[in-house]
């Protein structure tokens, strides 16, 4: 079965300075990679999806992830961020053969001014 | 836009209280799932539904059982409600797809408190 770590439980980043979260996984074939953020009192919103092919993705919001299969990562970057990327964000690796998906524990961004 | 609709955003029950979670979904997708989301723990899977009257369990579904009578409808039953079971519920929905890559689209949970 597959599994996800987010190893930052909590980030504080200033507003226009870069963010970068990290996401390992585990799984033994390719995996379906995926990133959501949920701003507070909301459900998850997709942020950008990974299945195949480039490894860096691009998503919404201005964030991209790239996928390193020898690091087992997705991990998520944004160059330039706003007061309102401060929301939580969670990694979420899927299979093939299998419709459910493992999310990661969170990271919570906080954006100070 | 796909919609994804909870039917309640709080709530508040006793403890040995029979609670229904409602779930709708107008994009007439096959496949919906529950989630409850705790702090430091992430989604965890309770059950999923990939068609009319079909569900499997999840990972944690011990003291819920689920109901999908119509396409659009998927709701999550605590028979008799404990303190344990205060947590953040999630639903989501995805068409069919090859496993997992048709991304979840989820509704905005339902907070509930178990007194």
């Known amino acids: 079965a597959q599994s996800v770590t987010q190893p930052d439980i909590h980030i504080t980043v200033s507003e226009g300075a870069s963010l970068e979260l990290r996401c390992n996984y585990s799984?033994?074939?390719?995996?379906?990679l995926f990133w959501y953020v949920q701003s507070p009192g909301q459900g998850l919103q997709l942020l950008l999806k990974y299945f195949s092919g480039d490894t860096l993705v691009q998503g919404i919001k201005g964030f991209e992830a790239e996928f390193k299969r020898s690091q087992s990562s997705f991990n998520l970057r944004k160059p330039s961020v706003h007061w309102s990327d401060a929301a939580e964000y969670f990694c979420?690796?899927?299979?093939?053969?299998?419709?459910?998906?493992?999310f990661g524990a969170g990271t919570t961004v906080t954006v100070r001014a | 836009d796909v919609k994804v609709t909870q039917s309640s955003r709080y709530l508040v029950k006793r403890t040995g209280e029979k609670v229904f979670l409602e779930c709708v979904q107008d994009m007439d997708h096959e496949n919906m799932f529950w989630y409850r989301q705790d702090p430091g723990l992430g989604l965890r899977l309770i059950y999923f539904s990939y068609d009319v009257k079909m569900k499997e369990k999840g990972d944690i579904p011990e003291g819920y059982s689920v109901s999908r009578e119509k396409k659009e409808r998927f709701s999550l039953i605590l028979e008799s409600t404990s303190t344990n079971q205060t947590s953040m519920y999630l639903c989501?929905?995805?068409?069919?797809?090859?496993?997992?890559?048709?991304?979840?689209?989820f509704g905005d949970g339902t907070r509930l408190s178990i007194l």
């Open positions: 989501a929905s995805t068409p069919p797809g090859q496993g997992s890559n048709q991304p979840q689209h």
């Open positions: 799984y033994g074939a390719t995996p379906y």
């Open positions: 979420a690796v899927g299979a093939r053969n299998d419709y459910k998906l493992s």
